[in-house]
């Protein structure tokens, strides 16, 4: 008789644990519960494909992922189901297994009954078949899918998903304003769309358009107040909308949502004693976040948010190749909106600039640099006289050879003129 409850027991549960059901989510002190309860009917060598699905619903949600592997693996052995072929995807998917998960996406699909089509399980199937294609670069298919499932379904909520789907394969390829229009069109049929808000929160940041970037987040703050990193993205759009104030506020409550993971992230960094830029990096990220934590309206906050971007942008100045110059710029740039006076920063701009062939920027850079310099009461790291030790020398060279070298007269006589000009002795 203790077997037969035992078994209808975990039958019952199979129900509440399919993908969409209400009690899908297993409160935390009743995980224990039933996995004691999974474990004897286990140790009964009891066959039941409901007990291993079950038993890897548990171990998933307390993040086990090869225990929850293998239990939606003895589940299927036993009884091939739709859910037990998503939950299985889902969790390969999060060990990284992509390919693997694609498979098993496929195969819940396919065991999904024709008449519906468009229930829960079925859904979350083709989101995440959808999602894991784009990572995977098969964008062609990833879009035929999206269409597939826009064209079968007039549900303004699934509409919305699958709208976002297809933007983020855009956003993927390059595509920013069809990435960008089909975010907003999923947000017009979902205005509490979360992941489409965050998402085009983020192309407007990468596009610089911050002010845009800070309003997504915000909405996504609205929405979902406790997730850190959207409190941090929404720091760095306001930060580059110089509102200091504002951002530290963002990066506070980024903190205060993750206490244990900032306190040991700090109290590790505090330690390193390596001198490349990478460490010195984290080193002022630490010192940043404490002074953030206990003195924030100390000038020293500031200085050490400077630091971090300064160390970051010069590592990876030092790993060097075109899409990193570029970060780097930006890094240089972040850093300049605290320190615009800083002689040093300029140079180094500079410097990430030649490495561009933005001559031209690099130039102005330089010259901001000599302007700082001519206003400080500090020397400068090279003397100004000596047109051998200054950085303009090298690249006006460079100006020079290259322009030179692009065959184009036009270029090289006015910016000549110019640099002769301004910097006489540096020619």
Same mark, same amino acid.
């Given at each position: 008789?203790?077997?037969?409850? !035992?078994?209808?027991?975990?039958?019952?549960?199979?129900? #509440?644990?399919?993908?969409?059901?209400?009690?899908?989510?297993?409160?935390?002190?009743?995980? +224990?519960?039933?996995?004691?309860?999974?474990?004897?009917?286990?140790?009964?060598?009891?066959? !039941?494909?409901?007990? +291993?699905?079950?038993?890897? @619903?548990?171990?998933?949600?307390?993040?086990?992922?090869?225990?929850?592997?293998?239990?939606?693996?003895?589940?299927?052995?036993?009884?091939?189901?739709?859910?037990? +072929?998503?939950?299985?995807?889902?969790?390969?998917?999060?060990?990284?297994?992509?390919?693997?998960?694609?498979?098993?996406?496929?195969?819940?699909?396919?065991?999904?009954?024709?008449?519906?089509?468009?229930?829960?399980?079925?859904?979350?199937?083709?989101?995440?078949?959808?999602?894991?294609?784009?990572? =995977?670069?098969?964008?062609?298919?990833?879009?035929?899918?999206?269409?597939?499932?826009?064209?079968?379904?007039?549900?303004?909520?699934?509409?919305?998903?699958?709208?976002?789907?297809?933007?983020?394969?855009?956003?993927?390829?390059?595509?920013?304003? %069809?990435?960008?229009?089909?975010?907003?069109?999923?947000?017009? /049929?979902?205005? $509490?769309?979360?992941?489409?808000?965050?998402?085009?929160?983020?192309?407007?940041?990468?596009?610089?358009? @911050?002010?845009?970037?800070?309003?997504?987040?915000?909405?996504?703050?609205?929405?979902?107040?406790?997730?850190?990193?959207?409190?941090?993205?929404?720091? !760095?759009?306001?930060?580059?909308?110089?509102?200091?104030?504002?951002?530290?506020?963002?990066?506070?409550?980024?903190?205060?949502?993750?206490?244990?993971?900032?306190?040991?992230?700090?109290?590790?960094?505090?330690?390193?004693?390596?001198?490349?830029?990478?460490?010195?990096?984290?080193?002022?990220?630490?010192?940043?976040?404490?002074?953030?934590?206990?003195?924030?309206? $100390? %000038?020293?906050?500031?200085?050490?948010?400077?630091?971090?971007?300064? @160390?970051?942008?010069?590592?990876? *100045?030092?790993?060097?190749?075109?899409?990193?110059?570029?970060?780097?710029? *930006?890094?240089? @740039?972040?850093?300049?909106?605290?320190?615009?006076?800083?002689?040093?920063?300029?140079?180094? #701009?500079?410097?990430?600039?030649?490495?561009?062939?933005? #001559?031209?920027?690099?130039?102005?850079?330089?010259? =901001?640099?000599?302007?700082?310099?001519?206003?400080?009461?500090?020397?400068?790291?090279?003397?100004?006289?000596?047109?051998?030790?200054?950085?303009?020398?090298?690249?006006?060279?460079?100006? =020079?050879?290259?322009?030179?070298? =692009?065959?184009?007269?036009?270029?090289?006589?006015? /910016?000549?003129?110019?640099?002769?000009?301004?910097?006489? *002795?540096?020619?």
């Amino acid at each position: 008789m203790a077997v037969q409850r !035992l078994v209808r027991t975990i039958r019952k549960q199979q129900s #509440l644990n399919e993908p969409g059901s209400a009690s899908s989510f297993i409160p935390h002190p009743y995980c +224990h519960t039933c996995l004691s309860s999974y474990q004897r009917a286990l140790a009964l060598q009891l066959q !039941l494909h409901e007990l +291993h699905y079950n038993l890897g @619903h548990v171990l998933h949600q307390q993040e086990n992922l090869p225990g929850a592997i293998a239990s939606y693996q003895q589940a299927i052995a036993l009884c091939p189901s739709q859910a037990a +072929h998503y939950n299985l995807a889902v969790a390969l998917d999060e060990q990284g297994q992509t390919e693997a998960a694609i498979a098993h996406y496929r195969q819940s699909i396919l065991l999904q009954e024709p008449d519906n089509q468009w229930n829960q399980p079925g859904l979350s199937a083709y989101l995440g078949l959808g999602q894991a294609l784009i990572r =995977q670069g098969q964008f062609e298919e990833a879009i035929q899918l999206c269409q597939q499932a826009l064209a079968l379904d007039s549900s303004h909520s699934v509409s919305a998903e699958f709208y976002c789907c297809l933007a983020q394969t855009f956003a993927a390829q390059g595509q920013i304003n %069809p990435a960008i229009a089909t975010y907003q069109h999923a947000i017009s /049929l979902e205005p $509490d769309l979360t992941v489409a808000h965050y998402q085009l929160g983020k192309i407007w940041q990468h596009q610089e358009n @911050h002010a845009a970037a800070a309003a997504c987040f915000q909405r996504v703050m609205q929405l979902q107040p406790d997730q850190p990193e959207v409190y941090g993205d929404c720091g !760095l759009a306001l930060l580059a909308l110089g509102k200091f104030t504002e951002a530290m506020r963002c990066w506070q409550r980024a903190i205060a949502l993750q206490p244990i993971f900032v306190k040991s992230f700090c109290q590790r960094v505090a330690s390193l004693t390596e001198s490349d830029s990478l460490t010195q990096s984290k080193i002022a990220c630490g010192q940043f976040l404490t002074a953030l934590q206990h003195q924030p309206d $100390d %000038p020293s906050v500031s200085v050490y948010l400077q630091r971090i971007y300064l @160390h970051l942008a010069d590592a990876l *100045t030092e790993y060097g190749g075109r899409e990193i110059y570029q970060q780097a710029k *930006t890094y240089y @740039h972040q850093a300049l909106q605290l320190q615009p006076q800083n002689l040093m920063l300029h140079l180094k #701009l500079g410097d990430c600039l030649v490495k561009q062939r933005r #001559l031209e920027a690099a130039i102005a850079h330089y010259r =901001q640099g000599l302007g700082c310099a001519s206003e400080s009461s500090e020397p400068p790291p090279f003397p100004l006289a000596s047109p051998l030790s200054s950085p303009l020398q090298g690249t006006y060279r460079s100006t =020079q050879d290259w322009v030179k070298a =692009q065959g184009d007269r036009h270029q090289y006589i006015p /910016l000549m003129r110019s640099v002769t000009q301004s910097f006489p *002795t540096a020619i």
